[in-house]
């Protein structure tokens, strides 16, 4: 693998914290959820938060949610994994439990087969909880505010997560004026890794990930192929002749961890998991993990233009913040949309633990984690503000605050005075477009 620029970011707080915690395959063998990556199921248990430096009240709640626990993306890829074991069974080259689990793979179809990409029953109640919450900690605002704004991007399970969530919100208030738009005039901020935005996109990231040129997906397959061991996984599945005789082995492993991971957050009371150690589960999870590092994160390949690609995401939130902030009123922004559009704002916004770029696929985990990602993600930016009309600012990541770039003034830290934040990010803004923008487009693609 050819080297890439390091450039480890200094971090504040929340990371400096996190050296002292588990490691990625610490978490994993301690709670082999993890391995879930972004399929995991959405925390309950949470940090207590700090409280407000003295004075500050809160006055606005500018969020961006990923829908919640799905089933698996496209049918298709469960019957990448499912379509082998068919052959193997038909052929009669199944150990017993190669059966045992052909026959949980065939019963979980009842539930989940014909529904890949929509919201599960889970991921309806994960928004309802989160909105539940939001409500309570932050009631003051929800009862002044003029009205409640609620953008989501055109996929069904995002407008269903946002509808869960906002039925949550009138449970507990039916005065709210909540305004619902979803349509593709928001979908370059909301979605800007979504292809239809502009053809040229669609080539960029057919080239970029798909391309039989594309070094670094043939990388990550020798990088596969020479460290992680799949022997005895095949042998439990398969009797010996057929072992050999597979084509893609790698490739079969992967694609049943994949429905493996899906399957919890769906109705299905069927498991596959036991197919996997726990050491085997982290390595598939490593695997899924280094994907998005390249395509969501700052691997730093090529042009590094998906370095940016979420600039027009944190740009809108910047604007949005300026508005209100202005106004001085109780407001609240809803956007919900998908994993990889909060993996590129972390990493646009130079997020401590979301922007360091490394130089080998087995430090990736140090500094890169998905299954921080889990099903329900959501940032939040709590704004606050004191009779003299000071305004503070905090993150949270999954209702748990996180530390902003080292770069800004951090003596308040976890809150941040807002036109540090607001002069850190228009700064910045522009730099990220220069790596990130649409209109870069023509010259990568050499037309």
């Known amino acids: 693998m050819r080297k890439f620029?390091?450039?480890?970011?200094?971090?504040?707080?929340?990371?400096?914290?996190?050296?002292?915690?588990?490691?990625?395959?610490?978490?994993?063998?301690?709670?082999?959820?993890?391995?879930?990556?972004?399929?995991?199921?959405?925390?309950?248990?949470?940090?207590?938060?700090?409280?407000?430096?003295?004075?500050?009240?809160?006055?606005?709640?500018?969020?961006?949610?990923?829908?919640?626990?799905?089933?698996?993306?496209?049918d298709e890829k469960f019957d990448r994994a499912y379509n082998v074991l068919a052959d193997a069974a038909h052929f009669d080259k199944l150990t017993d439990f190669g059966k045992d689990i052909f026959d949980r793979m065939t019963r979980s179809k009842v539930d989940t087969y014909g529904r890949g990409g929509e919201l599960s029953i889970k991921g309806q109640e994960q928004h309802r909880q989160i909105a539940a919450r939001m409500y309570e900690n932050y009631k003051q605002i929800f009862k002044k505010a003029d009205y409640i704004d609620a953008k989501a991007t055109i996929v069904p399970r995002v407008l269903m997560s946002m509808t869960a969530f906002c039925d949550e919100l009138m449970r507990h208030d039916n005065t709210l004026d909540i305004h619902y738009e979803c349509g593709k005039p928001f979908q370059k901020w909301l979605n800007p890794y979504y292809k239809d935005n502009d053809p040229r996109l669609?080539?960029?990231?057919?080239?970029?990930?798909?391309?039989?040129?594309?070094?670094?997906?043939?990388?990550?397959?020798?990088?596969?192929?020479?460290?992680?061991?799949?022997?005895?996984?095949?042998?439990?599945?398969?009797?010996?002749?057929?072992?050999?005789?597979?084509?893609?082995?790698?490739?079969?492993?992967?694609?049943?961890?994949?429905?493996?991971?899906?399957?919890?957050?769906?109705?299905?009371?069927?498991?596959?998991?036991?197919?996997?150690?726990?050491?085997?589960?982290?390595?598939?999870?490593?695997?899924?993990?280094?994907?998005?590092?390249?395509?969501?994160?700052?691997?730093?390949?090529?042009?590094?233009?998906?370095?940016?690609?979420?600039?027009p995401l944190l740009e809108k939130i910047i604007e949005d913040a300026e508005q209100k902030v202005a106004e001085g009123k109780p407001a609240v922004t809803l956007r919900f949309g998908h994993d990889g559009n909060i993996m590129g704002l972390l990493n646009t916004m130079r997020i401590p633990g979301w922007c360091e770029e490394v130089d080998n696929y087995e430090d990736v985990e140090k500094y890169w984690n998905d299954f921080n990602i889990p099903m329900g993600c959501n940032v939040q930016f709590i704004f606050y503000r004191n009779k003299k009309g000071d305004t503070l600012v905090k993150l949270l990541l999954n209702e748990e605050e996180i530390a902003l770039p080292k770069q800004i003034d951090d003596s308040l830290a976890p809150y941040y005075r807002w036109e540090d934040v607001n002069k850190f990010y228009r700064d910045l803004i522009p730099q990220m477009y220069e790596t990130g923008g649409y209109n870069r487009l023509d010259k990568l693609l050499g037309k």
């Not at 959405?42 to 961006?64: C, D, L, N, W």
């Not at 299905?268 to 197919?275: F, P, R």
Request: charged letters at 25%.
């Open 5 to 74: 620029l390091i450039v480890l970011a200094a971090v504040g707080f929340a990371l400096s914290a996190t050296a002292e915690e588990q490691t990625a395959r610490e978490k994993i063998f301690s709670d082999p959820s993890y391995a879930l990556g972004v399929y995991r199921l959405y925390p309950t248990e949470f940090k207590e938060q700090t409280p407000a430096p003295k004075g500050y009240k809160p006055f606005y709640i500018s969020h961006y949610g990923r829908h919640g626990s799905r089933y698996v993306l496209r």
């Open 202 to 311: 669609a080539e960029y990231i057919d080239r970029y990930r798909h391309s039989a040129n594309c070094e670094w997906m043939r990388e990550w397959r020798e990088y596969r192929r020479k460290n992680v061991d799949i022997s005895r996984i095949l042998n439990s599945l398969f009797k010996p002749d057929y072992v050999k005789s597979m084509p893609f082995p790698h490739d079969f492993v992967f694609h049943l961890f994949k429905t493996a991971t899906s399957f919890p957050g769906t109705p299905t009371t069927e498991s596959i998991l036991d197919v996997f150690t726990t050491e085997e589960l982290y390595q598939q999870w490593k695997l899924v993990n280094i994907i998005f590092y390249h395509e969501k994160g700052p691997s730093g390949i090529k042009d590094k233009f998906l370095n940016g690609v979420s600039t």
